[in-house]
């Protein structure tokens, strides 16, 4: 096991040694508190709710090894869309060894009981990709493009999951048609708000969108409010 000061950090990877078997339960969380070094009380002062809490932070520590793998290239010479696809596609490669435990947490969070955490983790993985990529929209764009992306980005990772291809090939095939079909859509907003007859329709939603959106992290480059190919 890897030496790491952060004990959740360490907490994590040893439990990615009982997941693939136990699946993130409360055997497995045992199991990795005893392998970490850790009393029952210390691991639970770090993860409340044990193996829950433990896939979650599992989940986002993998989206900040994205955030720093995505502010450490540059992307300037891809079409936007592609940069989309490339932080997709490094999610997803950083996580390549611990596949098993990423099938695991998505059957947990299958689960009815979980499914809300499921999808707030979900949520805040399109948030970071956004975010990272400099996104600046404060509209109904910040809504859209999120509940987009966690849309393209949940089905890629089930097509993953399954996707036995030579260096999952087919997934990132996959994953180019999903945000082509992304494309189309917003093609056909940009033809609504340009149209003169059809723009009022947007004014209400984007104005109610302004009012009620929750404060995010703040952006770092000013970049276009929608996908651009």
Known sequence: MTETTDPKARLI??????????????????????????????????????????????????????????????????????????????????????????????????????????????????????????????DLNWYTKRATLSGVYSATVLYWLGDQSMDHAATWAFLDRRIDDVMRIERAKKAVRENRLLKPLMAGPEWLASRIRAPSSAAPADLPGRWRG
């Not at 990615?16 to 029952?40: I, K, N, Q, Y």
């Open 13 to 138: 990877e040893a439990a990615l040694m009982h997941v693939p078997f136990d699946g993130w339960s409360e055997a497995s969380f045992r199991a990795a508190a005893a392998d970490a070094g850790m009393t029952p009380a210390e691991a639970r002062a770090l993860c409340p709710r044990g193996a829950v809490d433990l896939a979650l932070a599992f989940h986002a520590q993998g989206d900040a090894a994205m955030v720093e793998k995505l502010r450490a290239t540059d992307l300037t010479a891809l079409r936007y869309s592609d940069r989309v696809a490339f932080a997709i596609r490094t999610r997803l490669e950083l996580v390549e060894h611990d596949k098993e435990a990423v099938r695991r947490g998505v059957t947990l969070f299958a689960l009815p009981i979980h499914a809300a955490d499921g999808a707030r983790a979900l949520w805040q993985t399109a948030d970071a990709i956004w975010t990272a990529l400099g996104d600046t929209s404060d």
